[in-house]
């Protein structure tokens, strides 16, 4: 096999090696900042290495464009599939509606689903001192808040992907 | 480099083909109507790269993988807007006339509300009369999300059963 390609792929599977033996276990990596940085540092690194392999090498030098796209997409495919899981599991909403229905066979009402709203109310809470430690929206008062530049370029991006789709959601 | 401008060519051009579709048959599941347009011209892109002159296996692989992580990226994209309490609230910003001090448009309730509809949209939980049952299919997606949980060491997704201890039995 091309020894590039051999690179990757082993990179690939020291990385996720290393987070189930070691980084799993450390708290730090168990925070969302913390799981995204793993990825983001690995990336960069990632291109940078390959980069420099690639150049380095006479021979493979004219077909550093495709080495590099290849690389980067596969690590790319890999991160964000390892962070959707990782997201998708750690405080997903549909997954605990369906664990509640799941735990009441037979007698899951919207009276016994409805207090999960209370779930909905604080992760908003939580939502919005993130998006305001991230500088996306500032308090002008109280509980007032208005989108910052960057937020607003950041809801801009959403309601583009929305036009995108059409506005309706993912099963209508 | 002409894989990689042929793969985001073909990218830009599933998009498009997915914001048509949403507008012609509105209906249709968002996710699967992706797949269908991104599958076809993943096939058109695989059938161009083949037919470059002197195609190399790397080429090919390299383009097929730029249109991968693209179409990912994109799904994802979408996927976090309908889904995210935080795109919502950026959102909400945005809509004309909102007063800063203004009440969420969206009230928790409906929130859930359209979360169970979706839900029985997908065929993860029916409900009949008034009484709401998970599927086969969402038996599965808990267990697999309880597996997963576990090995990225979340805890576990107590919140329901903490919920369910807690409320009054019926018989």
């Known amino acids: ?172 | 480099m002409t894989c990689i401008m042929l793969a985001l060519g073909y990218f830009a051009f599933a998009a498009s083909l997915h914001a048509v579709s949403r507008r012609v048959k509105p209906r249709a599941n968002t996710v699967q109507a992706f797949l269908v347009v991104g599958t076809a011209c993943g096939s058109c892109l695989l059938y161009n790269l083949v037919m470059l002159p002197n195609p190399a296996a790397l080429t090919v692989t390299a383009g097929l993988l730029v249109f991968a992580f693209a179409s990912e990226l994109y799904i994802f994209a979408f996927t976090f807007v309908f889904g995210s309490v935080s795109a919502s609230v950026l959102l909400a910003h945005l809509r004309p006339g909102r007063r800063p001090a203004d009440p969420p448009a969206v009230g928790p309730d409906i929130m859930l509300r359209r979360r169970l509809e979706g839900m029985c949209a997908s065929g993860l939980v029916r409900q009949e009369n008034g009484i709401y049952e998970v599927t086969q299919v969402g038996r599965c997606l808990a267990s697999a999300g309880r597996a997963l949980a576990g090995f990225f060491r979340h805890g576990s997704v107590s919140a329901g059963r903490e919920l369910s201890d807690n409320s009054a039995p019926t018989t």
């Open chain 1, 1 to 172: 096999m091309d020894p590039i390609v051999e690179m990757i792929a082993g990179y690939l599977a020291c990385h996720i090696l290393a987070y189930i033996v070691v980084f799993r276990k450390m708290a730090p990596f168990r925070t969302e900042k913390g799981i995204f940085s793993l990825h983001a540092v690995s990336y960069l690194i990632f291109a940078a290495a390959l980069a420099l392999m690639v150049y380095r090498d006479g021979q493979r030098r004219d077909l550093a464009a495709p080495y590099l796209a290849l690389g980067l997409s596969l690590h790319g495919i890999y991160s964000l599939s390892f962070l959707e899981l990782w997201s998708l599991t750690q405080g997903s909403y549909s997954l605990t509606i369906l664990s509640l229905i799941a735990s009441n066979p037979g007698r899951a009402t919207l009276d016994t689903i409805l207090p999960l709203c209370a779930i909905g109310s604080e992760k908003e809470k939580a939502r919005t001192s993130i998006l305001e430690s991230l500088g996306l929206i500032r308090p002008i008062s109280g509980a007032q808040t208005v989108l910052t530049f960057k937020g607003s370029l950041c809801a801009r991006m959403v309601r583009l992907v929305y036009w995108f789709t059409d506005g309706r959601s993912l099963n209508r």
